[in-house]
């Protein structure tokens, strides 16, 4: 008799991380249009959360994401740290672009989901749906302030490091020859490090660090009326700052990862038969 058909593996790959990414950006757009629409009509105003909440709630979107794909793809959930592990850490090349495009439709999906949830909230908060709720969707310099003076290539040179800190920190913690979290807690310590970009970076463009969950819903928000998306608040064209920057960063925090590292960690050694194994290093 034969055995069960196997199914095709990159098509699982491919839904876990569509599935992954679209939790992420359920939680993290989710949040974001409770605390800006809807902050906006209570009174006082900003009586659903603040700039903490975001930061946690976005953290907590990671590791969902995380728990629901790493089993089946890895759980990327980003294009930048796709390509920064297909550089550094012989992850297939040919996987990259199938990855990048799951990753991008879930977080279109999970925005398209978020707008029609919030469609009245949104409507009476912004009736123009200019950039004041933009920011629901995508990322802005300075978080769509005119005062603080952050323009594109502000952005971009936040938005490398960013991405290289979160690469930097997902290669640290993911390293079976470094001290990974055990326990299978290794989905909420990387959620841990994006709250704690967030509170750190997030004041000089958002903190998207990670293309697909910046252009999917931005794609997503200008099909359904905000028709400046691919503006900043100055008028600029501004979508492509979040895709390059976080793919340029990613690659750093990798490189540097494995210069200053990775490099020196023990490598594990062939064990003798009959012997107990031990951990690198011990």
């Known amino acids: 008799m034969s055995g069960p058909t196997p199914k095709p593996?990159?098509?699982?790959?491919?839904?876990?991380?569509?599935?992954?990414?679209?939790?992420?950006?359920?939680?993290?757009?989710?949040?974001?249009?409770?605390?800006?629409?809807?902050?906006?009509?209570?009174?006082?105003?900003?009586?659903?959360?603040n700039h903490d909440s975001i930061s946690w709630a976005w953290g907590l979107g990671v590791t969902f994401g995380v728990y629901m794909a790493a089993r089946i793809s890895g759980a990327h959930l980003n294009p930048a740290v796709t390509l920064a592990l297909a550089a550094f850490k012989g992850f297939p090349w040919s996987k990259v672009l199938p990855y990048t495009v799951a990753q991008t439709a879930g977080a279109f999906v999970a925005a398209l989901l978020v707008r029609w949830n919030y469609t009245e909230v949104l409507a009476r908060a912004d009736p123009k749906h200019t950039t004041a709720?933009?920011?629901?969707?995508?990322?802005?310099?300075?978080?769509?302030?005119?005062?603080?003076?952050?323009?594109?290539?502000?952005?971009?040179?936040?938005?490398?490091?960013?991405?290289?800190?979160?690469?930097?920190?997902?290669?640290?913690?993911?390293?079976?020859?470094?001290?990974?979290?055990?326990?299978?807690?290794?989905?909420?310590?990387?959620?841990?490090i994006v709250v704690a970009i967030g509170m750190a970076f997030g004041g000089d463009a958002g903190y998207a660090i990670n293309p697909a969950r910046d252009f999917g819903p931005r794609l997503a928000s200008f099909l359904t009326g905000y028709r400046g998306a691919w503006r900043d608040q100055w008028g600029n064209f501004y979508f492509w700052?979040?895709?390059?920057?976080?793919?340029?960063?990613?690659?750093?925090?990798?490189?540097?990862?494995?210069?200053?590292?990775?490099?020196?960690?023990?490598v594990a050694q062939p064990q003798e038969p009959g012997e107990i194994p031990t951990p690198p290093g011990s």
């Open 9 to 49: 593996r990159l098509i699982g790959e491919l839904s876990a991380e569509f599935a992954g990414t679209m939790v992420l950006i359920l939680f993290g757009c989710g949040v974001v249009a409770q605390v800006v629409a809807g902050g906006a009509l209570t009174n006082p105003k900003g009586g659903l959360g």
């Open 133 to 192: 709720t933009q920011i629901v969707f995508s990322t802005l310099p300075g978080n769509g302030s005119l005062t603080a003076g952050v323009h594109e290539w502000g952005a971009f040179r936040d938005q490398v490091i960013g991405s290289a800190l979160l690469v930097m920190l997902i290669l640290a913690v993911t390293d079976l020859l470094n001290t990974p979290p055990g326990a299978n807690l290794a989905p909420f310590v990387i959620g841990l």
């Open 241 to 266: 700052v979040p895709i390059v920057a976080p793919l340029v960063g990613g690659l750093v925090g990798a490189a540097f990862y494995k210069a200053s590292i990775s490099r020196y960690l023990p």
